[in-house]
Nanobody, 128 residues
């Protein structure tokens, strides 16, 4: 069974950091591009960052550039999102997703319809 599982969410003060993890089971992430999405209450799911399987190149939403870092470790069949300088606008449920060649130069990479496999999400809450 193909599954993605997120972990690492929690409560953090504004300005703090969290590292989210996304572990795959039932399939290998080696050939999949991975993305992180965020969904705040009452809002649509929005793309935060993605990383390509081919060369590790990454894309970021403008709102997180310079603060968030996406990475992957194929030997661990996992991907990560290091979130620094968290802001009150950053809380929500964070999801990881896997897609085939979705985070490439000729693709937007941060649109949910591009991804076929999703995790259950992990909650991130920011304390003022």
């Amino acid at each position: 069974q193909v599954q993605l599982g997120e972990s690492g969410g929690g409560l953090v003060q504004a300005g703090g950091s969290l590292r989210l993890s996304c572990a795959a089971s039932g399939f290998s992430l080696d050939y999949y591009d991975i993305a992180w999405f965020r969904q705040a209450p009452g809002k649509e799911r929005e793309g935060v960052s993605c990383i390509a399987s081919s060369d590790g190149s990454a894309k970021y939403a403008d709102s997180v550039k310079g603060r968030f870092i996406i990475s992957r470790d194929n030997s661990m069949n996992s991907a990560y999102l290091q979130m620094n300088g968290l802001k009150p606008a950053n809380p929500g449920v964070y999801y990881c997703a896997a897609g085939f060649m979705t985070c490439r130069e000729n693709r937007r990479g941060l649109e949910s319809h591009e991804y076929e496999s999703w995790g259950q999400g992990t909650q991130v809450t920011i304390a003022p």
